[in-house]
């Protein structure tokens, strides 16, 4: 169920009117049957998958709690990750070699294109990050329920942001209808609206015909491409996390935020303490620190940044393409670190500022050639294509301004466009742009797009 369509507009309104009408005491029970009709609306069968792995987990945590042995934790980790892998890479990899002949397996070859369980990685890092919190000892008890709603929580479910148990649980029995979140919350509605159906989507029908015949185009309309990409990407995903939490804030949660005007980083570093930032965080704490962190050697410092990097990209995606656009962000941020140390952008001038944020721009659109093809032989006809002279030209007049909202967007985005400076006129503001956003909608004729980031 699509954020950007009309059946969760439908399920929205009913979970809503239900929730609010109904005692606080049935609030939590409420938006967990919703969530489970929300995934189950997707494949009943995997429901029962999902149902079957919160309740092991939970397993576990009260295992560590209890007993605190070292097992629980061994187990509830390891059974997540081997979920996982199982379904992202092996299955994965079993199903090709069937295709290619050279494995002969009846159960694979009866199975869909399509196996991967929505949501797999998103909910596998959010339960692995509670089991291990309970081995660290920052809580020393589970409600079943709390945990259930915690992991099923419908607006963040299937592409995020990763939550912690201390992002959420604190609102559960505390959640109230009030002005401020309701207008915080048709606000990011609004802004995901513009960031997925109205510049997303619309990127997307411009440079989706390029990337399957790139050889067809001259050498700029490529380089357009790559450039138009990024902004599909941050509009797609960022646009899902606004349309998360402005659901989120019409519940009376406030869940994290993750994304702010990437494009404006200065550095990488920066760039990832900008871009999916909840995974950022989770990579941090649950993987680089227990690597070390930077109480490691210099060299042992870069090799475990180049690790990480490596493993978020597989995380990403199931192909080698993916796993080497962690690698290459990996050499980056060494790289930085090794000649410039931590840029510092209250020390750097404008000018300087400017060119910064275009070197990291570049890279950063370079790179998501990895993330959007599949082989380096494709990646390979792509960037040679570059070099055409001739060619069709993907020119439209909209193009530019799409481009140009993007930033500006961005720039809002860089001084938070939601802040107290905005909220004297806010009642005024919301009907003005609720007006323009929903005409602009309703006059693009283009099915309902789904978000890049459900295929992780």
Same mark, same amino acid.
């Given at each position: 169920?699509?954020?950007?369509? +009309?059946?969760?507009?439908? %399920?929205?309104?009913?979970?809503?009117? +239900?929730?609010?009408?109904?005692?606080?005491?049935?609030?939590?029970?409420?938006?967990?049957?919703?969530?489970?009709?929300?995934? &189950?609306?997707?494949?009943?069968?995997?429901?029962?998958?999902?149902?079957?792995?919160?309740?092991?987990?939970?397993?576990?945590?009260? &295992?560590?709690? /209890?007993? @605190?042995?070292?097992?629980?934790?061994?187990?509830?980790?390891? *059974?997540?990750?081997?979920?996982?892998?199982?379904?992202?890479?092996?299955?994965?990899?079993? !199903?090709?070699?069937? /295709?290619?002949?050279?494995?002969?397996?009846?159960?694979? !070859?009866?199975?869909?294109?399509?196996?991967?369980?929505?949501?797999?990685?998103?909910?596998?890092?959010?339960?692995?990050?509670?089991?291990?919190?309970?081995?660290?000892?920052?809580?020393?008890?589970?409600?079943?329920?709390?945990?259930?709603? %915690?992991?099923?929580?419908?607006?963040?479910?299937?592409?995020? =942001? +990763?939550?912690?148990?201390?992002?959420?649980?604190?609102?559960?029995?505390?959640?109230?209808?009030?002005?401020?979140?309701? !207008?915080?919350?048709?606000?990011?509605?609004?802004?995901?609206?513009?960031?997925?159906?109205?510049?997303?989507?619309? *990127?997307?029908?411009?440079?989706?015909?390029?990337?399957?015949? =790139?050889?067809?185009?001259?050498?700029?309309?490529?380089?357009? $491409?790559?450039?138009?990409?990024?902004?599909?990407?941050?509009?797609?995903?960022?646009?899902? $996390?606004?349309?998360?939490?402005?659901?989120?804030?019409?519940?009376?949660?406030?869940?994290?935020?993750?994304?702010?005007?990437?494009?404006?980083?200065?550095?990488?570093?920066?760039?990832?303490?900008?871009?999916?930032? $909840?995974?950022?965080?989770?990579?941090?704490?649950?993987?680089?620190?227990?690597?070390? #962190?930077?109480?490691?050697?210099?060299?042992?410092?870069?090799?475990?940044?180049?690790?990480?990097?490596?493993?978020?990209?597989?995380?990403? #995606?199931?192909?080698?393409?993916?796993?080497?656009?962690?690698?290459?962000? #990996?050499?980056?941020?060494?790289?930085?670190?090794?000649?410039?140390?931590?840029?510092?952008?209250?020390?750097?001038?404008?000018?300087?500022?400017?060119?910064?944020?275009?070197?990291?721009?570049?890279?950063?659109?370079?790179?998501?050639?990895?993330? @959007?093809?599949?082989?380096?032989?494709?990646?390979?006809? %792509?960037?040679?294509?570059?070099?055409?002279?001739?060619?069709?030209?993907?020119?439209?007049?909209?193009?530019?301004?799409?481009?140009?909202?993007?930033?500006?967007? !961005?720039?809002?985005?860089?001084?938070?466009?939601?802040?107290?400076?905005?909220?004297?006129?806010?009642?005024?503001?919301? =009907?003005?742009?609720?007006?323009?956003?929903?005409?602009?909608?309703?006059?693009?004729?283009?099915?309902?797009? $789904?978000?890049?980031?459900?295929?992780?």
């Amino acid at each position: 169920m699509l954020f950007n369509s +009309i059946d969760y507009l439908y %399920f929205f309104i009913a979970c809503y009117s +239900i929730y609010w009408i109904l005692p606080s005491r049935f609030r939590k029970y409420v938006l967990i049957i919703f969530s489970l009709l929300f995934y &189950g609306y997707w494949s009943g069968s995997f429901l029962i998958h999902f149902v079957f792995f919160i309740v092991l987990s939970h397993f576990c945590v009260l &295992g560590i709690l /209890k007993t @605190r042995k070292k097992i629980y934790l061994y187990l509830g980790v390891g *059974l997540n990750l081997l979920n996982l892998c199982f379904f992202k890479y092996i299955l994965t990899y079993l !199903q090709y070699l069937t /295709k290619e002949g050279e494995l002969t397996i009846p159960i694979l !070859q009866s199975l869909s294109e399509f196996v991967l369980p929505l949501a797999i990685s998103f909910y596998t890092f959010q339960m692995i990050a509670y089991i291990v919190d309970a081995w660290r000892g920052k809580f020393t008890e589970s409600p079943f329920m709390n945990f259930l709603l %915690f992991i099923l929580f419908f607006p963040q479910l299937i592409a995020g =942001p +990763i939550m912690r148990h201390d992002d959420f649980y604190g609102q559960i029995d505390n959640a109230k209808l009030n002005l401020d979140f309701v !207008q915080r919350g048709i606000l990011h509605i609004i802004s995901g609206l513009v960031k997925k159906v109205l510049i997303a989507d619309q *990127l997307a029908k411009i440079i989706n015909p390029v990337y399957m015949n =790139p050889s067809e185009y001259d050498g700029i309309s490529i380089l357009l $491409t790559t450039i138009a990409f990024s902004f599909q990407v941050y509009g797609d995903f960022s646009g899902y $996390t606004d349309l998360a939490r402005g659901s989120a804030f019409l519940l009376g949660y406030e869940i994290p935020e993750n994304f702010r005007s990437p494009f404006l980083s200065i550095s990488f570093s920066e760039l990832w303490s900008r871009w999916h930032y $909840t995974l950022s965080t989770w990579i941090r704490d649950y993987l680089y620190i227990p690597l070390g #962190g930077n109480r490691v050697s210099e060299i042992r410092y870069n090799i475990n940044t180049i690790i990480v990097m490596s493993l978020s990209g597989l995380w990403h #995606g199931n192909t080698y393409t993916f796993f080497l656009w962690g690698f290459f962000h #990996g050499i980056f941020l060494s790289v930085e670190r090794i000649a410039f140390g931590k840029p510092d952008r209250k020390s750097m001038g404008f000018g300087k500022k400017i060119l910064a944020v275009i070197w990291v721009f570049v890279i950063f659109s370079i790179l998501a050639t990895f993330f @959007r093809i599949d082989s380096l032989n494709k990646i390979y006809i %792509f960037w040679t294509s570059a070099l055409n002279t001739t060619g069709k030209f993907i020119y439209r007049p909209d193009f530019w301004g799409l481009l140009v909202v993007s930033y500006l967007l !961005q720039a809002l985005e860089f001084k938070n466009y939601f802040s107290n400076k905005l909220m004297p006129y806010v009642n005024w503001i919301i =009907p003005i742009l609720v007006f323009l956003v929903y005409f602009a909608v309703i006059k693009i004729e283009s099915p309902v797009e $789904t978000f890049i980031y459900f295929q992780f």
